[in-house]
């Protein structure tokens, strides 16, 4: 008997290292892994049940114990391991590190989004360490709040892991406050021995080809920050009333918002999706969603369990169109993709349902319209493979083509990569580390890997930091961190801490018990505040 790992997966890794006979696989890198989930070899798993208990997204179950639609995961995890033979590994140490003396090292994390707490985390991890962790929001946890589709409850319970860190006597948190605005990176840097910026890739990439910025074309993140509340997208204007939506890539964010707008509203009021969205959605037009992708199924950005899961949603007919490529037997997770669009194409259609259509093999060349978008034109991504100029009648087209990073304010930039330079998570300008700043996650790395996969880029980020402390190449503040609320005071900023967000939180639950959901969010900023401060 054995347990498997199922599509809420989210590479954090906890697993691995509890394993006692060390039988999970792809071990994460700070790179980020080239799978999109962990796999568990059921010939040498015994059963100890480690690992479900230490899933902090409830993605582990036993064998007997599999949900509905997720029983295809059993076959997944053994197959991954046909061909790979399991060899043990030297299990990561994650003992007690040496104590900091108090006062010793002082850092400042700016951001609060997985890869900030995961940051946060491992310095706490160091008995002595003070950390400062800033956050422009007075909400905590980044995209895990507004960028975790509502429908994805589980996956929004991996701040179960933050939480210790974050409450920690250790940490002060300073959320509502604007790192280059409220407080410059001169001053952080004065107050601490070092900052750690996290902040993300937060702009969406741009298709550049003509009506782009005709109304009715939007970013998908829009989309998502839209129906999940966030401060900066609550009026966005999102006209639901064509028929059909074209959804211009095929990641995860691309099926989490074309699985939100064909959802039952239903269904979706048992969630914590942001009120104006839900009645929005309630009145909707939409009927049909197209995802386009340039190459084959193979080449999807989306991850395996993600494409299963919109095979489950009630009413939805899957349609799969255009040049899915072949077959590759040498990349299991390719292979797989292949395998689930071959099953969706033989399904039977049902009257009346709503349609989710999968378009491979074809590049948009233009968004088309007078006053907004009246549709989208496409040609075939391979040359000779159908007609050319094909469009697609649609009155919302929604980019999600990938993320991008923007400069941070005193840090320099490599505008190529989108990314502040950097080796290992040291700053470095000019080929010089710059002493003291440091970087994790996406403005580290680019926009690629899972929640979980901030860990290990955090665990290395921090490692280094750490060996530069130990090493005296950092520089001690030149002034007292004590005075940074009171400077933020005297600006006429209004800083929220851990008991205001847990003010905020709980009531929001308070709501949501009152309609039977998890929460129901405050959407303003002025509404976060006022609830912080009761």
């Known amino acids: 008997m054995a347990f498997v790992i199922t599509q809420n997966c989210c590479n954090d890794g906890s697993c691995v290292p509890v394993c006692p006979v060390d039988c999970i696989r792809p071990v994460p890198s700070a790179e980020g892994n080239e ?28 064998e007997d114990d599999l949900p509905t639609g997720q029983s295809v995961f059993r076959d997944i995890n053994a197959e991954y391991f046909v061909s790979r033979p399991l060899a043990v590994r030297a299990m990561s140490s994650e003992e007690p590190r040496d104590r900091v003396a108090a006062g010793a090292l002082r850092v400042a994390i700016v951001g609060s989004g997985p890869a900030a707490c995961y940051a946060a985390a491992e310095l706490i991890r160091t008995p002595g360490v003070e950390v400062n962790m800033f956050e422009r929001l007075p909400t905590p946890f980044g995209l895990i709040r507004s960028g975790v589709a509502p429908d994805h409850q589980r996956t929004k319970g991996v701040v179960s892991v933050f939480e210790p860190a974050l409450t920690h006597p250790d940490l002060r948190l300073y959320l509502n406050v604007t790192v280059g605005e409220d407080i410059s990176h001169t001053e952080l840097l004065d107050r601490h021995h070092a900052v750690i910026y996290a902040v993300g890739a937060s702009s969406s990439r741009e298709l550049g080809i003509p009506g782009e910025d005709l109304p009715g074309s939007h970013a998908a993140a829009e989309v998502v920050g839209w129906y999940n509340g966030h401060p900066d997208h609550v009026d966005d204007a999102i006209d639901l009333s064509s028929r059909r939506a074209v959804i211009i890539g095929n990641g995860n964010v691309a099926l989490d918002v074309a699985r939100v707008l064909l959802s039952d509203p239903g269904q979706l009021a048992g969630t914590d999706i942001a009120d104006h969205a839900l009645r929005r959605l309630a009145d909707s037009g939409i009927e049909e969603v197209v995802v386009i992708g340039r190459r084959g199924v193979g080449d999807a950005a989306f991850t395996l369990g993600e494409f299963l899961a919109v095979g489950e949603l009630d009413g939805v007919d899957i349609v799969i169109d255009g040049d899915v490529g072949d077959r590759r037997d040498g990349d299991f997770e390719s292979a797989l993709k292949y395998d689930v669009a071959e099953r969706y194409r033989q399904r039977a259609r049902s009257i009346g349902n709503k349609r989710l259509v999968f378009l491979f093999g074809v590049t948009p060349v233009e968004i088309v319209g007078s006053e907004r978008v009246e549709g989208v034109r496409v040609d075939p991504t391979r040359s000779g ?5 094909r469009i697609i009648d649609t009155g919302l087209v929604l980019r999600s083509i990938g993320y991008r990073g923007t400069p941070v304010p005193g840090l320099p930039f490599d505008t190529e990569r989108e990314v502040v330079p950097n080796e290992g998570g040291r700053v470095v300008e000019a080929g010089r580390t710059v002493p003291g700043v440091y970087v994790t996650g996406w403005i580290k790395r680019g926009p690629r890997g899972f929640i979980g996969s901030n860990r290990t880029c955090a665990q290395e980020t921090v490692g280094l930091l750490l060996a530069d402390h130990r090493s005296g190449l950092l520089s001690d503040p030149t002034a007292a961190g004590t005075d940074i609320e009171a400077l933020l005071r005297r600006r006429g900023t209004v800083p929220v801490d851990w008991s205001g967000w847990r003010r905020i939180d709980e009531a929001e639950r308070r709501r949501g018990r009152e309609s039977g959901r998890p929460r129901v969010k405050y959407v303003a900023r002025s509404e976060l505040i006022g609830a912080a401060q009761r």
Do not use: Q, R
């Open 385 to 389: 493979n159908g007609s050319f100029g």
């Open 35 to 62: 799978s999109t989930m962990l796999y568990i070899d059921p010939a040498s798993c015994v059963d100890c049940g480690a690992c479900e208990a230490e899933c902090p997204v409830g993605a582990i179950y036993h």
